[in-house]
């Protein structure tokens, strides 16, 4: 087999070149890697994820015990975060059930890190120093663009989407002709104010540009704390390029009070929607209680930036075995 040529051999390289990159520029502003364990006794409780379940069935005290590959690294992170360990990064391996189409694999890498000091709008900066020297040789961008959800919303819509209800929204999406899916909420605006976003706002987003968008409805907050002068608003972020979602960021929430609300109305969603209630990690719960430095954290998908990088149009074509060949 000395003669044989992977397929994608040209996209393993770029892939290992991307890694390196990735490796020096967090090593020169000494942001320490780590590695933390891929399964769970606790799971996500995101209404918008499922994970996948497994059994350990060994001996100690966690025989026959369910646990969960998890969704992103950042829970046992934070764990790290509040037991002193600085400013962190990591590249890890992640899994999301039910994730599988163009510009989704089940299996995928995800780059999250965590700055110590930062708040949101500085780690959006940092994002833009990290994403714009990986793709400097590949993939030339124009200035970055930075919008707030509040200001992208009232350009398109004339709305503000933290006071908007969901009449209004729905008179906006008939005024498009946007298809609305059965079962949509009466009372709940999320899944509108996503609908007019997935459909007339995203494909613009960053076009030969990176593009932030920031400071989400409190209702999207996530894991991010919230506005001490205006509790509307959750101290987050995302980045597009090309249209496509590449990084999700939090000024980071270390109220475990907060979080446990959080995680519980998450869980209270799921079991309206028909789904599994899900245990909650109260592993990060104590180490919240025991305190999180003030942070700011951000997972971007390594996958869909080497698709970008390699003028690719699906993950497929940048993975070595996609799920169809797994």
């Known amino acids: 087999m000395s003669g044989y040529k992977h397929p994608a051999s040209g996209i393993l390289r770029l892939r290992a070149e991307l890694l390196a990159q990735i ?18 006794a606790a799971a996500t409780t995101d209404p918008h994820l499922t994970s996948f379940v497994t059994a350990y069935s060994g001996p100690g005290p966690r025989h ?21 360990s600085g400013c962190i990064y990591q590249i890890a391996r992640v899994f999301r059930d039910g994730e599988a189409g163009r510009r989704h694999n089940p299996e995928f890498t995800l780059l999250e ?69 059965p079962g949509m909420p009466k009372e709940n605006v999320d ?39 205006n509790p509307l608003v959750g101290e987050r972020f995302e980045l597009y390029l090309n249209g496509i979602e590449l990084a999700n960021g939090f000024h980071e929430l270390g109220d475990a009070v907060e979080q446990r609300h959080r995680f519980t109305a998450e869980n209270a969603a799921r079991q309206a929607q028909g789904l599994p209630v899900m245990p909650i990690d109260e592993n990060l719960l104590m180490a919240l209680a025991e305190g999180l430095p003030d942070c700011a954290g951000v997972a971007l998908g390594f996958d869909r930036l080497v698709m970008l990088a390699a003028g690719k149009e699906t993950l497929a074509e940048v993975l070595a075995f996609p799920f169809d060949r797994a």
Request: glycine share 4%; hydrophobic share 45%; proline share 7%.
């Open 113 to 181: 890190w965590y700055r110590v000091g930062f708040d949101h709008h500085q780690l959006m900066q940092e994002v833009t120093d990290l994403v714009t020297e990986l793709l400097a040789d590949r993939l030339p961008l124009a200035e970055p663009e930075w919008l707030s959800y509040q200001d992208m919303f009232e350009r398109q819509f004339g709305l503000n989407p933290h006071q908007a209800t969901v009449a209004q929204l729905v008179i906006a999406t008939e005024k498009r002709r946007i298809s609305i899916p």
């Open 23 to 40: 490796r020096a520029f967090f090593a020169a502003r000494e942001v320490l890697e780590v590695e933390t364990p891929m399964l769970s």
């Open 191 to 229: 899944p509108w104010l996503d609908l007019l976003l997935t459909h007339c706002i995203e494909p613009g987003l960053g076009q030969g540009r990176l593009c932030f968008v920031y400071d989400y409805p409190a209702s999207q907050a996530a894991l991010a704390r919230l506005q001490p002068d």
């Open 64 to 84: 026959a015990q369910t646990l969960y590959l998890h969704t992103s690294p950042e829970f046992p992170m934070k764990r790290l975060l509040a037991a002193g």
